[in-house]
């Protein structure tokens, strides 16, 4: 299962992501994680100090160095048939240009697309914008980038994305009334439409739909 998870801060793309990695673990599947790395600076896997290095790059710096974690992570697409990415090239198109690197355009998602594999499933996770913006007030990030006025533009730049990409295999997912202990399991039986047939035999052979994860 390579899914590509898509959407504004906030959306529940991280709470997927670590929910699909503990269940994975725990029916023998691994799934190689990539939440933070498209995101800068990558507060998941760097310390505190390279964190402000990050965050620091001059935005010549922040285009380039995007762009090669982007090329990086085709073969990792290739290499391994479970993938989890949060964000990546189409969240570079949005952000890009909004908040690291201003003055240069991303005009290679789409072409990036094209050298995926083609079972990946690309996940638009939504939420209601006022349910967003509690989320930021309760949880702020250490480098938080969206602001709550942004909520409803971004989820439009994210839709337009969404609708206009390449990929055959897609799906909405909203998570407004999700928690942490729901988000998993509702995924799980809302994905089943776009799996491939390998996928799918696997997850009912650890799981039956409507029983607990």
């Known amino acids: 299962m390579r899914l590509i998870l898509i959407g504004v801060e906030y959306a529940g793309k991280t709470t997927l992501a670590n929910a699909m990695h503990d269940w994975g673990l725990s029916v023998g599947k691994k799934f190689h994680m990539d939440d933070g790395d498209f995101t800068i600076p990558d507060y998941h896997h760097l310390s505190p100090e390279d964190q402000e290095t990050m965050w620091n790059m001059s935005p010549v710096l922040k285009e380039r160095f995007q762009r090669m974690v982007l090329y990086y992570h085709l073969e990792i697409l290739e290499r391994y048939d479970d993938c989890v990415f949060g964000g990546c090239h189409i969240e570079e198109k949005i952000y890009g240009p909004r908040y690291y690197h201003p003055e240069s355009?991303?005009?290679?998602?789409?072409?990036?697309?094209?050298?995926m594999p083609s079972n990946c499933i690309l996940v638009n996770m939504v939420c209601e914008p006022d349910v967003i913006r509690q989320r930021m007030k309760d949880d702020p990030h250490p480098y938080q980038l969206v602001q709550p006025g942004e909520v409803e533009e971004l989820q439009e730049e994210f839709l337009h994305e969404y609708n206009h990409s390449y990929f055959r295999r897609k799906l909405e997912f909203d998570t407004t009334g999700l928690t942490p202990e729901t988000i998993l399991e509702t995924f799980l039986d809302r994905v089943r439409p776009v799996l491939t047939s390998r996928d799918l035999v696997f997850l009912d052979s650890v799981r039956t739909p409507g029983s607990p994860v």
């Open 105 to 115: 355009e991303v005009t290679y998602h789409r072409w990036l697309e094209h050298k």
